[in-house]
């Protein structure tokens, strides 16, 4: 079946700019997350959404960053005013709740 | 709060040679353990899990066992190929479902 798919595979950006990243899940997940991979900072967890549940925002590093996820499929990360140290490969997993997770291919972000 | 300690890299062996990459965690409780790949040009893949104490997780020859007495879940192979040649990350999920990630190793094997 069809694995996690993320859009676009690359974004090259200018400072200050607003990014739209976005994920789609394996069909009938119901936990989806979104992970950042840095040279510096290695992986980092940003975000994770439950079902209908309020999502679990403790990893998102500043306000800049947000996330929805519509109709408990589609997710959409958005970075506003981006800044040169977002640039990194943003990941999205999905999982059946308390399952292992499966990851896309990743977005390569770039901040010009 | 939990963590993932894993050998830094890169490792570097030969074809045929014995592998072990050490990863050590931290957590309250007995978390599920995972161990994660990388290979170049391509996204993360799960390679085996083990979710509690003395379970042995097990892929494509690579073994981990959870140890609960040493904290730790290290990854070993037999004999490697030039084909196992990634990043290999531990990780260790959290009680809210978020995976811990060690900082990744970088094997590297020679022909």
């Known amino acids: 079946g069809a694995g996690v798919s993320q859009s676009p595979s690359n974004k090259v950006t200018e400072k200050g700019k607003d990014v739209e990243l976005r994920c789609d899940p394996i069909?009938?997940?119901?936990?989806l997350y979104w992970y950042r991979q840095s040279l510096g900072q290695g992986l980092e967890f940003l975000i994770y959404?439950?079902?209908?549940?309020?999502?679990?925002k403790s990893g998102l590093p500043s306000d800049r960053f947000s996330a929805e996820r519509t109709g408990g499929s589609v997710s959409t990360l958005t970075i506003q005013r981006t800044q040169q140290e977002d640039s990194a490969v943003y990941l999205c997993?999905?999982?059946?709740?308390?399952?292992?997770?499966?990851f896309g291919p990743g977005t390569r972000l770039t901040v010009l | 709060g939990d963590s993932v300690t894993q050998m830094e890299g890169p490792v570097t062996l030969s074809e045929e040679a014995f592998l072990t990459i050490n990863c050590t965690y931290t957590?309250?409780?007995?978390?599920?353990l995972f161990w994660y790949v990388q290979y170049p040009g391509e996204g993360l893949q799960l390679l085996l899990k083990?979710?509690?104490a003395d379970d042995k997780g097990s892929n494509k020859g690579f073994e981990a066992t959870y140890r609960k007495e040493t904290t730790s879940f290290h990854l070993e192979k037999g004999s490697v190929q030039v084909s196992d040649s990634a990043v290999y990350f531990c990780?260790?999920?959290?009680?809210?479902?978020?995976?811990?990630w060690g900082a990744g190793t970088k094997l590297i094997i020679k022909p």
């Open positions: 997993a999905s999982s059946f709740i308390d399952r292992e997770q499966f």
């Open positions: 069909s009938g997940h119901t936990a």
């Open positions: 959404f439950q079902g209908n549940s309020a999502p679990d």
């Open positions: 957590a309250t409780g007995y978390p599920s």
């Open positions: 083990a979710t509690k």
């Open positions: 990780a260790l999920r959290s009680s809210n479902y978020q995976l811990i």
